[in-house]
């Protein structure tokens, strides 16, 4: 067993932070020009050039329809993730998309109860409800507008659990490169006709920005598996919820977006119930599981 070394893990955490937010600065900076879809779609069709080296492993692979229709359906949900994800960067500040986003593995936690068949014993149940709590603080409904785009953010954590549970389906017989692959194929594909029907001409700058996008994401998946490799969950886990600080940091300082405590104090209530759900699974099942931030960019 590689000896764990806590303080790498912490510091790849960290950098994976600072380049997912790089990520939400750049959609941020773009704004609604260009539209949800189609960015969603530029995003992903330009970083496929980063799949090329896993193209020897689908000929070494033995898909089945099975396969092929958890990879379609995986690409279909992903997809509607990906656009509202993108639309609700255009709509409300950058702070309250990072709190909300760490809402997905709540979900996983729900999806794998309903459709896996795994059991939710009390202390999950009540990180549930915490989590939850914690989304109220900061929609805080009837003491101000919910406007459409937290909606899209409550729906594109939805997708997105659903999404990572055909992963784990998909996970017990397709190697990791492929399904990475697959679904980065599969949104591009997905989000094709959805781009095409609101199709504005970029520019090179925007082009390259959103090539910019696809290296910076690519780069803090790497550097997220880097820290899982490096150290346990409860070094890293912590760790993200800086995400949230330079979130807040950079909206304020880059886009003059007010800070709102009550979107940091949900956020750390969301995080601290997701940190209690992944602990308690890497626990049971004696690994370490994936991170809050998912492949979502």
């Not at 639309?87 to 709190?99: F, G, K, L, R």
């Not at 959805?194 to 790497?222: K, Q, R, Y």
């Not at 409860?234 to 304020?252: E, I, M, S």
Request: include cysteine; charge should be positive; aromatic fraction near 10%.
């Amino acid at each position: 067993m590689t000896p764990a070394r806590p303080v790498a893990g912490a510091v790849w955490m960290l950098l994976t932070g600072v380049l997912f937010v790089g990520v939400t600065a750049i959609v941020k900076h773009l704004g609604d020009h260009i539209p949800a879809p189609q960015a969603a779609f530029l995003r992903y069709a330009m970083g496929l050039v980063f799949l090329l080296p896993v193209l020897g492993q689908f000929r070494r692979a033995d898909l089945g329809a099975r396969e092929w229709r958890l990879f379609a359906m995986r690409g279909g949900l992903h997809a509607a993730g990906v656009m509202l994800w993108f639309y609700a960067m255009t709509q409300i500040p950058i702070a309250e998309v990072s709190a909300m986003g760490y809402l997905a593995p709540v979900y996983v936690t729900v999806g794998a109860a309903l459709f896996l068949g795994e059991r939710l014993a009390w202390p999950r149940i009540t990180a549930i409800l915490v989590a939850l709590a914690g989304v109220v603080v900061i929609l805080r409904p009837g003491f101000r507008e919910i406007s459409p785009g937290h909606l899209a953010m409550l729906g594109q954590a939805v997708l997105f659990a659903g999404s990572y549970l055909i992963a784990k389906r998909l996970s017990d017989s397709v190697a990791p490169g492929i399904v990475v692959a697959m679904l980065s194929l599969g949104v591009t594909v997905g989000v094709a006709p959805f781009a095409l029907a609101v199709w504005v001409t970029p520019t090179p700058v925007e082009l390259a920005w959103l090539f910019t996008v696809a290296c910076i994401a690519t780069a803090g998946h790497m550097t997220m598996t880097l820290a899982f490799q490096a150290a346990p969950i409860t070094v890293t886990q912590p760790v993200t919820f800086l995400q949230l600080v330079w979130a807040v940091a950079l909206g304020y300082f880059v886009f003059g977006e007010g800070v709102d405590v009550w979107v940091i104090a949900g956020g750390a209530v969301i995080l601290g119930a997701v940190l209690v759900i992944t602990v308690r699974e890497a626990r049971r099942a004696g690994r370490t599981p994936a991170g809050v931030n998912e492949a979502k960019y």
